[in-house]
């Protein structure tokens, strides 16, 4: 087909650089001035998510409609290695309010410690400001209704990177749901299995203490509970769950504060040498003096206090019952999920590092009431290697150039961050009490 040569996206537009420009400038000035200006983003929160994946990365994969205009850590030498990673020009703060004053961004990123979330992003609303927020959106009951009413009083508008959301896989499955192909949804069985290397990678880090990641509920799951509330494309109303520290924590056999020193490096089985990476030892080991944190905390800490064995039950307002669970001690990674529908069943299998099979690959059956199997792989060109899949690259694009559209819903704002979160509160709330929680009670939109 032949293109239209006027009709440019904003992204050709971008893509002729600055000569193209210069050129369209002289010859009618009004095309200079109709270039849309780069959106000026401050990141709070400079760890290896800040510093790549919204740093670097962010950078190489929309550069042309992003600047970022201010870093912000409340380690000064890790804010510090941010700076340098990201060419050394961008200035670095450890005061969040001192750098929105300094740098006036239009948005802020917020990618620090799951529990510190909601306070950086109800900040930045009442700046004047629209927050982007990583998942999961806030890990407490009161943090959930607090940016609730800030977002209504403030009137300013939030996006939550739900990055799995773009997955292959998912997106494919959100496809065939909406074409209806297996009719009306009964009920989803969602099984999440993390490996010995990166389950573990949970717990020697701040996502083993509760009150820094809310558990795993909040901080991993809240990806999975927001692909539930977009598939079902209905609310969750009540969580029944159950949790148990079954392999690290208190459970090892023994223990020191963290990998590098430890005494008993050559005994344990999930020793990690964190020497061998040049990018953890600048971001993390030469920043401990600041702040004490030890990126190869030991697993078998006495102070880890989330469950690594969770099972849970959602029910929605339109009548789907979701069983859903996590093991993060498992011998290989990957993801099992079934939808049941009044015409039929999808499976959706993501192998990720199992031994018996190629890395990365998803399967997906599609089988109709009385009629055979299909299995469709997901779409190859969805399928980049790097960053989850090619789901990063998408999410950054969807949120930056205004020429992307979103025909599978895959925006994600506060209703998403908030639905998402409230089922990992709920959760926690009901492995401790052992009731059933409704989402009202953690909280009201
Ligand atoms: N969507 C995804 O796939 C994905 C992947 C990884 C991480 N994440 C999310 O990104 C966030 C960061 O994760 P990470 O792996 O980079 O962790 P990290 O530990 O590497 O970085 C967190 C940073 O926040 C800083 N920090 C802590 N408390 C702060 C505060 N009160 N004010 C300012 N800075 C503070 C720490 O010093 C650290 O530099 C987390 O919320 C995590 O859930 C999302």
Request: hydrophobic share 35%.
């Amino acid at each position: 087909m032949q293109q239209d040569q006027t009709a440019w996206t904003r992204r050709e537009f971008c893509r002729v650089g600055a000569m193209g420009i210069v050129g369209a400038a002289l010859a009618d000035p009004r095309a200079a001035l109709a270039a849309p200006a780069k959106t000026r983003v401050a990141i709070v929160g400079t760890g290896i998510r800040g510093s790549t994946t919204w740093g670097m990365n962010l950078v190489r994969d929309a550069g042309e409609f992003v600047d970022i205009v201010g870093l912000c850590d409340v380690n000064p030498d890790r804010v510090e290695v941010a700076r340098r990673w990201l060419g050394g020009a961008v200035p670095a703060f450890t005061g969040f309010d001192e750098m929105v004053r300094a740098v006036r961004p239009d948005r802020v990123i917020v990618t620090t410690v799951d529990a510190t979330h909601a306070d950086y992003v109800c900040r930045t609303m009442d700046f004047g400001l629209d927050p982007i927020s990583e998942k999961p959106l806030c890990t407490q009951a009161e943090q959930a209704q607090r940016i609730v009413d800030t977002e209504k009083r403030t009137g300013r508008r939030l996006d939550v990177t739900f990055n799995a959301r773009h997955e292959a896989s998912a997106m494919k499955v959100k496809e065939l749901l909406l074409a209806g192909e297996i009719g009306d949804l009964y009920s989803v069985n969602y099984e999440e299995f993390l490996d010995l290397d990166h389950g573990a990678s949970y717990f020697r880090r701040w996502h083993g203490l509760k009150q820094a990641s809310g558990t795993l509920l909040c901080h991993k799951a809240s990806h999975h509970f927001d692909q539930l509330n977009w598939w079902i494309d209905s609310d969750p109303v009540e969580v029944t769950a159950r949790g148990r520290l079954n392999r690290y924590g208190v459970n090892g056999p023994q223990r020191h504060a963290n990998c590098r020193l430890c005494p008993h490096k050559k005994a344990c089985d999930l020793y990690w040498d964190i020497t061998s990476s040049k990018q953890m030892m600048e971001l993390y080991v030469d920043c401990e003096d600041q702040d004490g944190y030890f990126r190869d905390g030991c697993l078998y800490r006495r102070e880890i206090n989330i469950p690594d064995t969770y099972s849970v039950q959602v029910t929605y307002a339109n009548h789907v019952l979701v069983t859903y669970s996590l093991n993060a001690a498992a011998p290989y990674e990957g993801q099992a999920i079934v939808f049941n529908g009044s015409k039929g069943r999808i499976d959706v299998r993501n192998y990720n590092r199992q031994p018996w099979q190629v890395p990365h690959e998803s399967e997906i059956r599609l089988t109709r009431s009385f009629k055979d199997s299909v299995v469709m792989a997901a779409d190859p060109q969805r399928g980049e290697s790097f960053e989850h899949g090619g789901a990063d690259q998408r999410i950054k694009r969807m949120i930056f150039d205004p020429g992307v559209a979103d025909p599978l819903a895959q925006r994600a704002g506060l209703k998403a961050g908030i639905m998402s979160s409230a089922i990992g509160i709920a959760g926690y709330t009901s492995i401790d009490t052992g009731r059933t929680v409704r989402i009202e009670e953690v909280v009201r939109l």
